[in-house]
């Protein structure tokens, strides 16, 4: 009886060993260096997002592997996405809108389905800005100038048409009764370039995410206008919303983490992992504040839906707004 008590007493701390052994072993699928596409020159939000990314997955040891960041400058993110779907392994880039806005447009072949969606992370609001010296002194001014003369004024936009800071900004002129062809869009290679072209005098008014513009804030060099937000940032407490302008519009701009096409289940779902521990750090919730993102998780279940819903919401905005 004894001996068989010793039997089953040592198979079920084999079994209870194993579970154990089971549930806290972390696999890590990926063993070699691991590079983070950012599909834009260095400064954009592509690139804050990637090397934030960086930064944390390093410092807080949730990754054994060396982590870098590359820029893939081009095409308003075609070249780093296209370049993203043709690699194998231990490769993640940073997506928003324009990967499915580029394909509506007719402007690239990709479409979200080309690649693995792993993760959505955060979303920010976007600004209208002028240089300080600007003669337009509200967003209500310019959108009244506009509907008298549509090219009243240049306004200048990065990477490409169809992203949404051209998008946010032809929303809120629909509202006014503009077409969008009516409008004189410039575009650049990045904010950097926009801000430039402003400080010139290239242009007169510029439309970019809040992320971007606010270095060129915080140094004096142009004024926030108006910003897409319900309310007014406790932040900039200066800067009123369109509603404020007499516009209804409140508009988000996402950004999130896909991968090349033919990852592995194990690499799936150690990615999926490790960027959930990823956004539940104190770091993350404090580059969230420092950019005045706003915190937008979704795990990779919750990215495919969104992403179709995406489509489905910006193929109805295409049909509607930038055609008509």
């Not at 400064?43 to 060396?66: F, P």
């Not at 993350?284 to 179709?308: A, C, G, S, V």
Request: glycine share 4%; net charge negative; charged share 25%.
């Amino acid at each position: 009886m004894k001996k068989k008590q010793l039997m089953l007493f040592l198979l079920f701390m084999i079994i209870l060993f194993t579970c154990s052994t089971n549930e806290f072993k972390i696999e890590e699928p990926i063993t070699k260096e691991v590079t983070i596409i950012a599909p834009s020159s260095i400064g954009g939000g592509w690139d804050v997002t990637a090397r934030a990314m960086q930064d944390i997955l390093i410092s807080e040891n949730l990754m054994n592997q060396n982590i870098s960041v590359i820029n893939k400058v081009g095409v308003g993110g075609e070249l780093g996405w296209k370049y993203t779907k043709d690699q194998t392994d231990s490769v993640i880039a940073i997506n928003s809108s324009l990967l499915i806005t580029n394909y509506l447009l007719g402007q690239s072949k990709l479409t979200y389905k080309d690649f693995t969606p792993i993760a959505t992370l955060a979303t920010e609001w976007e600004v209208t800005i002028v240089s300080k010296g600007s003669k337009i002194s509200s967003a209500k001014q310019l959108m009244d100038d506009l509907k008298k003369d549509p090219h009243a004024y240049k306004i200048g936009v990065s990477p490409r048409l169809g992203n949404d800071d051209q998008l946010s900004f032809v929303l809120a002129s629909q509202q006014v009764g503009l077409k969008t062809e009516q409008l004189d869009f410039y575009v650049y290679e990045n904010s950097e370039q926009v801000v430039e072209a402003l400080l010139k005098k290239q242009i007169d008014v510029a439309t970019m995410s809040l992320s971007e513009a606010k270095k060129y804030a915080e140094s004096n060099q142009i004024k926030l206008l108006v910003i897409s937000s319900e309310k007014r940032l406790k932040e900039l407490p200066e800067v009123p919303t369109w509603a404020e302008q007499g516009i209804d519009l409140v508009f988000e701009h996402w950004r999130g983490v896909m991968g090349p096409p033919n990852m592995s289940n194990a690499e799936i779902e150690f990615w999926d992992a490790t960027i959930e521990k990823m956004v539940k750090t104190e770091k993350w919730k404090k580059t969230l504040q420092m950019y005045m993102w706003n915190d937008f998780y979704k795990n990779r279940r919750e990215t495919i839906i969104f992403l179709e819903n995406q489509s489905r919401m910006y193929e109805q905005l295409m049909g509607i707004h930038m055609d008509s």
